[in-house]
């Protein structure tokens, strides 16, 4: 059986360019009266969107939480142009190396399903991913992957094991969320992270972008028989 895919989607396959999603968070919280953090100073990296929207809103109640939430992904529909969207180098290559082998390619975001969606859809990439695991619900992402698990096997029909994932991210906790499942950790250092401060965290591979993926895969699944 073939492996199934991963990705992360801020820093490994794209970039929000000048924060716009960041602005149209401060935007929201200004209007509500919720205003001492400043969002673009704030470390999002590999948190969840549930976990980020509690920080900022202080814990809220159910209800806020979802006001808020509904608001930004309003906005982000209305006002996130493909302009604002920068799809790193290999990318576009490596999910149609993925394509033509038919493999199983899923999100492991801490995007909300439908910000998630937003972004893939205004850059063309949507249509990619056909299930996964996303940051509505957790505030850990070491939960995201039994959920994008079964996920795979509901859609596949087939019985995965966790060592047949391969988990993509740029950020230290992408790679302690695929340890923690027992997956394979793919770091790519397109993110804020470097290749140093990554390696620090012993991911199974470390690439410089994702050009280097179609080559590292074709290695890897021919390694160990999956090709
Ligand atoms: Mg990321």
Same mark, same amino acid.
């Given at each position: 059986m073939n492996n199934a895919y991963l990705f992360d989607i801020d820093g490994t396959l794209l970039k929000i360019k000048n924060k716009a999603n960041r602005k149209i968070i401060q935007s929201i919280l200004n209007r509500l009266g919720i205003a001492e953090n400043n969002v673009e100073e704030l470390d999002f990296a590999g948190k969840t969107d549930r976990s980020i929207f509690s920080t900022l809103l202080d814990d809220p109640q159910e209800s806020l939480f979802n006001e808020v939430k509904e608001l930004y992904i309003g906005e982000l529909d209305t006002?996130? &142009? &493909?302009?604002?969207i920068h799809v790193y180098e290999g990318v576009e290559d490596s999910l149609a190396y993925l394509a033509g082998r038919s493999a199983a390619t899923g999100l492991l975001t801490g995007n909300f399903e439908r910000a998630a969606r937003i972004k893939l859809e205004r850059i063309g990439l949507n249509s990619h991913f056909s299930f996964g695991a996303f940051g509505d619900r957790h505030h850990n992402r070491n939960d995201l992957p039994p959920e994008a698990h079964k996920q795979l096997q509901d859609q596949s029909g087939s019985d995965y094991q966790p060592e047949q994932l391969v988990i993509i991210g740029d950020t230290p906790r992408d790679i302690r969320c695929a340890r923690a499942f027992g997956s394979v950790a793919v770091a790519v250092a397109t993110g804020t992270f470097s290749r140093d401060e990554l390696a620090r965290h012993k991911p199974d591979v470390l690439l410089t972008s994702l050009e280097e993926f179609p080559d590292w895969d074709r290695a890897f699944t021919a390694g160990n028989g999956r090709g």
């Amino acid at each position: 059986m073939n492996n199934a895919y991963l990705f992360d989607i801020d820093g490994t396959l794209l970039k929000i360019k000048n924060k716009a999603n960041r602005k149209i968070i401060q935007s929201i919280l200004n209007r509500l009266g919720i205003a001492e953090n400043n969002v673009e100073e704030l470390d999002f990296a590999g948190k969840t969107d549930r976990s980020i929207f509690s920080t900022l809103l202080d814990d809220p109640q159910e209800s806020l939480f979802n006001e808020v939430k509904e608001l930004y992904i309003g906005e982000l529909d209305t006002r996130l &142009a &493909a302009g604002d969207i920068h799809v790193y180098e290999g990318v576009e290559d490596s999910l149609a190396y993925l394509a033509g082998r038919s493999a199983a390619t899923g999100l492991l975001t801490g995007n909300f399903e439908r910000a998630a969606r937003i972004k893939l859809e205004r850059i063309g990439l949507n249509s990619h991913f056909s299930f996964g695991a996303f940051g509505d619900r957790h505030h850990n992402r070491n939960d995201l992957p039994p959920e994008a698990h079964k996920q795979l096997q509901d859609q596949s029909g087939s019985d995965y094991q966790p060592e047949q994932l391969v988990i993509i991210g740029d950020t230290p906790r992408d790679i302690r969320c695929a340890r923690a499942f027992g997956s394979v950790a793919v770091a790519v250092a397109t993110g804020t992270f470097s290749r140093d401060e990554l390696a620090r965290h012993k991911p199974d591979v470390l690439l410089t972008s994702l050009e280097e993926f179609p080559d590292w895969d074709r290695a890897f699944t021919a390694g160990n028989g999956r090709g």
